[in-house]
């Protein structure tokens, strides 16, 4: 179980999008203590909305239970120092995302753009980033998702990957075997690598 976690916006682009499993449940069940958005994130979700009519509802219900402050919890607590050194670097949403990390001690950062993740990685190796795979993976392990192969399917199809250049499947695979050894580890369950290949083998499970 993950005690906190703070999401970036790229989040809910799979909660609006997936039809083949309830994230918002699953999230529930596996981060304990609720999910933290900074208001930028916020207002780029609302922006998003606009931008995409068709999940317009589904945005704007998801901004709503953020501004009530229930499980989905908007966060305004954040280093001013660190949000200043780290805004001219990555994207406004995710440096308030660290610069709350590291005011409020919350580790578990999920996102979707991988373009802030080295960054992170370098300057702030105590918060843990990672994208929605791993809290798929998570859901995977403890049994939650009953057809695993056909949301791993949605989940690249959401993301395009057929697509993708070679370099970027490459690392994408490499990211999915990290993301779910990771989970693997958080819960302390036996790492079996023959497993673990066979759970993030791209190839082989979208020709099925």
């Known amino acids: ?13 799979f ?16 981060i ?12 780029e979700m609302e922006k998003i909305a606009i931008d995409y009519p068709e999940y317009q509802s589904k945005i704007f219900y998801w901004s709503d239970q953020i501004r009530r402050n229930r499980y989905y919890k908007l966060c305004t607590t954040y280093d001013a120092i660190v949000y200043d050194f780290v805004k001219s670097r990555i994207d ?12 409020t001690g919350i580790r578990f950062f999920i996102t979707d753009d991988l373009k802030c993740q080295p ?10 980033t990672y994208s929605t795979f791993f809290l798929l993976s998570i859901a995977e392990i403890n049994g939650l998702l009953p057809d695993y192969k056909k949301v791993f399917k ?28 990771e989970a693997v580890k958080n819960f302390g369950f ?5 497993e673990i290949s066979e759970k993030t083998s791209v190839d082989k499970i979208l020709k099925n």
């Not at 406004?92 to 005011?103: D, L, P, Y």
């Open 1 to 13: 179980m993950i005690p906190k976690a703070i999401f970036d916006n790229t989040v809910f682009n």
């Open 15 to 30: 909660f609006v999008r997936f039809s083949c499993a309830d994230l918002s449940n699953i999230v529930r069940t596996i």
């Open 32 to 43: 304990s203590n609720g999910v933290f958005i900074p208001l930028e994130i916020l207002n």
């Open 92 to 103: 406004k949403g995710e440096a308030e995302a660290v610069a709350q990390s590291q005011k």
């Open 119 to 128: 960054f992170i990685q370098e300057h702030y190796p105590s918060i843990k």
């Open 154 to 181: 949605e989940y690249h199809q959401i993301l395009n990957y057929q697509k993708f250049g070679i370099s970027k499947k490459k690392k994408h695979k490499a990211k999915l075997r990290f993301e779910y050894t």
């Open 190 to 194: 036996p790492y079996n690598k023959k």
